[in-house]
């Protein structure tokens, strides 16, 4: 079963602008991390955050995390063609079962 | 550092056969962990091991196996295989069992006609 829910599930915005995903999830979270899926192949990580953190930033991607609403964000700025891919949520929870638990995924499209 | 890797890229299978999938975690990398991606489903986890331990299992039936051998490499077989069982199988290593990042091969696609 899914534990996130990515909103929106399509993104298609021009190079040069910024893109915003969204992550709900369900349970409460020891961490939560977000990766990028290019054409049905392996995930690359992005970012992590953990629940005692609000936010943080990795060269052009800022994460969001508010546990109180159990929601997540990801910004990626200044977008590039390159950028174009599926990214995902993944929650890790508190429950000692500590394995990745996904979100639907956004597809992401940059147009030249 | 070389990547996750993860034997065969695609593969074929009759339904009714079974199938033995490989992964070679990071070295040094002792935990590996197994997901299903289908179109439907999305990514569902199917096991985690750590050091030789099998720590978490997901929610698939017991044709599902998996076992990770004393070099950390692992390997999953599903038996008496299924239509519904064609899908991107990837593999993740991580350092620690998932509260650190994970690194994942460029998984095995299977095909079940």
């Known amino acids: 079963s899914q534990q996130g829910e990515e909103d929106p599930q399509a993104l298609s915005i021009q190079e040069g602008e910024n893109a915003t995903m969204n992550c709900s999830y369900k349970?409460?979270?020891?961490?939560l991390q977000w990766y990028r899926q290019n054409s049905g192949r392996g995930l690359v990580h992005l970012i992590l955050i953990r629940s005692n953190e609000r936010e943080k930033h990795s060269g052009r991607l800022r994460v969001t995390l508010d546990t109180s609403k159990k929601s997540s964000s990801l910004l990626i700025t200044a977008s590039r063609a390159a950028d174009t891919a599926s990214y995902f949520c993944?929650?890790?929870?508190?429950?000692?079962?500590?394995?990745?638990?996904f979100g639907t995924g956004t597809r992401l499209t940059i147009i030249p | 550092k070389a990547g996750v890797t993860q034997t065969p890229r695609y593969l074929i299978k009759t339904r009714g056969q079974q199938v033995t999938l490989s992964c070679s975690p990071i070295?040094?990398?002792?935990?590996v962990s197994w997901y299903q991606q289908t179109p439907g489903q999305g990514l569902q986890f199917l096991f985690e091991?750590?050091?030789?331990?099998?720590?978490n299992k997901g929610n698939f039936p017991g044709r599902f196996s998996g076992r990770q051998f004393s070099n950390s490499r692992s390997e999953m077989n599903v038996s008496t295989l299924e239509l519904g069982d064609s899908a991107l199988y990837l593999c993740?290593?991580?350092?620690?069992?998932?509260?650190?990042?994970?690194?994942f091969g460029q998984g095995t696609r299977l095909t079940v006609v």
């Open positions: 070295s040094g990398h002792r935990s």
């Open positions: 993944a929650t890790v929870t508190n429950f000692g079962n500590e394995k990745l638990t």
């Open positions: 993740a290593s991580s350092q620690q069992p998932s509260n650190t990042e994970a690194f």
């Open positions: 349970t409460s979270i020891n961490n």
């Open positions: 091991y750590f050091s030789e331990t099998q720590r």
